[in-house]
Every structure is written in structure tokens, then in C-alpha cells.
Nanobody, 126 residues
Framework: QVQLVESGGGLVQAGGSLSLSCAAA???????LGWFRQAPGKEREFVAA????????DYADSMKGRLSISRVNAKRSVYLQMNSLLPEDTAVYYC????????????????????WGQGTQVTVSS
């Protein structure tokens, strides 16, 4: 079991950038990791994912070109760099982890992840 804590959210103007971090209490070296977000009144949606090997990544179509996900297993952390933020990116961003993936695989489905952080609020003003 792994506990996840997100940080780095905040208020930013449209066009700005934020870097989110997710720190794990325990090793994540064999976990696929994902970022999801949930805006008020909407369902939680996929943002980005990275395989535990670090070799493969995936991004939501709506945010491709504006995101970069990375991980440092030695630091038990995963990061999400977000650029050119838009007001519609306003949401609570969640980090998720799961142990059942192979080295180069991941999922964009929230139900494939067993462990979740509490989320960090990102607000983008226009």
C-alpha cells in the first residue's frame, strides 16, 4: 500500500504555468502513476500517466503539448508540469498509483488505479 500527497497547486493567470508534485510514503518504483482532475460539477478525468519504467507516457488530448509528466523513483515522487494554462484547467488535481501494470504500461482509466492522494486545487483566472 502506498500513500500519496499532492502539492504545488494554486492560483495562476491564464497562460501561466504550474508544477505539481506527488510524494509517496513508500516505494513507488513498481507503480504506474497517473494524474487526474475533477472540476466542479464534472466527472473526474484523465490528465497524464507514466509507466513505472518511465519509458512510456500518455496525455489527455485536451492538454497535449501543454503537459509533461515525469518521475524520480529514488525520490518517490511524480511530477506534472503544466504550461499555457487555461481557465478550463481549473480543477482539483489528483495523483494515483497502481501496482498491477507491467514495466512499460499504464492506464488512462481512473478505475485501474487503487491508490489516490487527496488532491491539490488548481485555479486559473482569466
Amino acid at each position: 500500500q502506498v500513500q500519496l500527497v499532492e502539492s504545488g497547486g494554486g492560483l495562476v493567470q491564464a497562460g501561466g504555468s504550474l508544477s505539481l508534485s506527488c510524494a509517496a510514503a513508500g516505494s513507488i518504483s513498481s507503480y504506474a502513476l497517473g494524474w487526474f482532475r475533477q472540476a466542479p460539477g464534472k466527472e473526474r478525468e484523465f490528465v497524464a500517466a507514466i509507466a513505472w519504467s518511465g519509458r512510456n507516457t500518455d496525455y489527455a488530448d485536451s492538454m497535449k503539448g501543454r503537459l509533461s509528466i515525469s518521475r524520480v523513483n529514488a525520490k518517490r515522487s511524480v511530477y506534472l508540469q503544466m504550461n499555457s494554462l487555461l481557465p478550463e484547467d481549473t480543477a482539483v488535481y489528483y495523483c494515483a498509483a497502481d501496482l498491477t501494470f507491467t514495466a512499460d504500461s499504464y492506464s488512462s482509466r481512473q478505475y485501474d488505479y487503487d491508490y489516490w492522494g487527496q488532491g491539490t486545487q488548481v485555479t486559473v483566472s482569466s
